[in-house]
């Protein structure tokens, strides 16, 4: 059953690539395509996946279901594709100031993703965390607080653990003059109604695909890019982290509202 959920990741995101406006008249751009649309070019055990799956799906509509043979995808793309499953030597995470964080919320169009990216920012979100959030009563302090009942799986190959549900702790953006931005409590308007979100079809890849569309991030991650570093929706979780540390906030407390552990956070986090 999970290798058939696995398969069906996969192949569900071809058949929404094939049905979309200007469908790719190739195999290869039609896995290429679908690579990019999924979230996972930046993923080289997702990447082969994704190839596999397709190549099988292509493979069984030829033998089966009358498709042309055009569509068998020559060896040498399909490795081309797939990748040697190692990942990139890894590139700093571009870290954002507070201006640049509250200029992309003015660049951005619609209130609802507004909405969602500075809940991103002020919390320190990995974006599939915005699917798990929770206004409720905090029992130690007798205040509403945003609560985040995700479990990421963590560990190496021989143990697995899962991280822990934890409260949300907001260090809000700086704006010109000085002052805390938003000035209000974000858990309350939430509780309130009063911050939709836009529906995430794609759950957390839905963040990176539309960040990708906005001219403003474009540019900022081609510049990044010239400096070795490399911008994406983590980039708001990692500058959450310098944030904290430039207001004193020790890195046990900072590992534990950003739910990892000391040792991840010393050893994957830039700080102040």
Request: proline letters at 7%; charged letters at 25%; one cysteine or more.
């Amino acid at each position: 059953d999970k290798t058939m959920q696995l398969e069906r990741t996969y192949c569900d995101k071809v058949i929404a690539v094939l049905i979309g406006n200007r469908a790719p008249a190739t195999p290869y751009k039609l896995i290429d395509q679908t690579i990019t649309t999924g979230g996972w070019s930046d993923k080289p055990r997702a990447r082969q996946q994704c190839v596999g799956a397709v190549s099988r799906l292509l493979t069984y509509g030829v033998a089966h279901e009358g498709l042309s043979d055009d569509w068998i995808i020559p060896q040498h793309q399909k490795l081309m594709l797939a990748g040697n499953g190692r990942p990139k030597a890894q590139r700093e995470i571009a870290i954002l100031s507070d201006m640049q964080s509250l200029e992309l919320l003015d660049e951005v169009p619609t209130a609802e993703w507004r909405n969602l990216i500075l809940v991103m920012a002020v919390y320190g979100l990995r974006p599939e965390e915005l699917l798990h959030l929770q206004p409720k009563m905090n029992p130690t302090t007798g205040r509403l607080q945003l609560w985040c009942n995700y479990r990421k799986a963590a560990g190496g190959h021989t143990s697995k653990t899962e991280t822990k549900p934890r409260w949300l702790q907001a260090i809000p953006l700086t704006d010109p003059d000085g002052e805390d931005y938003p000035a209000g409590d974000l858990a309350e308007q939430i509780n309130a109604g009063l911050m939709p979100f836009p529906p995430l079809k794609e759950r957390g890849a839905a963040v990176a695909q539309y960040l990708a569309r906005l001219q403003l991030w474009k540019d900022w991650a081609k510049a990044f890019d010239e400096q070795g570093k490399w911008l994406r929706p983590y980039s708001f979780r990692n500058t959450y982290s310098v944030r904290g540390h430039r207001r004193g906030i020790p890195g046990a407390s900072m590992a534990l509202a950003m739910g990892h552990s000391d040792k991840t956070h010393s050893a994957h986090y830039v700080t102040a």
